[in-house]
């Protein structure tokens, strides 16, 4: 059975960091194209930051340019998302999504939440002072 699970959300407070992992099984994650998403009470999924199959290739939301970092350890089957200089604004559930693909889906731009086949059950980050 194909699984994704987050783990890496918490509290923290303005101006500091918490690094996501998105942890699959079930499939080799050097076939799969991964996205992170995030979702604020009240508000839409909102797509946050991709990375290619290989690795190659990755994109962010303009509100997280620079202070966000995808990365992926294929060995470890495992993606992360580092986030640093974090704000009040990066408040919600994270959820990592995944597609079976080689494409380079993050070339343009994230994918929209429609595209991704599986997901996980999602962590929350919170941040307040």
């Known amino acids: 059975q194909l699984q994704l699970v987050e783990s890496g959300g918490g509290l923290v407070q303005p101006g500091g960091s918490l690094r996501l992992s998105c942890a699959a099984s079930?499939?080799?994650?050097?076939?799969?194209?991964i996205g992170w998403f995030r979702q604020a009470p009240g508000k839409e999924r909102e797509g946050v930051s991709c990375?290619?199959?290989?690795?190659?290739?990755?994109n962010y939301a303009d509100s997280v340019k620079g202070r966000f970092t995808i990365s992926r350890d294929n060995a470890k089957n495992t993606v992360y998302l580092q986030m640093n200089s974090l704000k009040p604004e990066d408040t919600a559930v994270y959820y990592c999504?995944?597609?079976?693909?080689?494409?380079?889906?993050?070339?343009?731009?994230?994918?929209?939440?429609?595209?991704?086949?599986?997901w996980g059950q999602g962590t929350q980050v919170t941040v307040s002072s």
């Open positions: 999504a995944a597609v079976e693909t080689l494409a380079s889906l993050c070339l343009t731009g994230i994918p929209t939440r429609y595209e991704y086949d599986y």
């Open positions: 990375i290619s199959s290989s690795g190659g290739t990755t």
């Open positions: 079930g499939f080799r994650l050097d076939y799969v194209h």
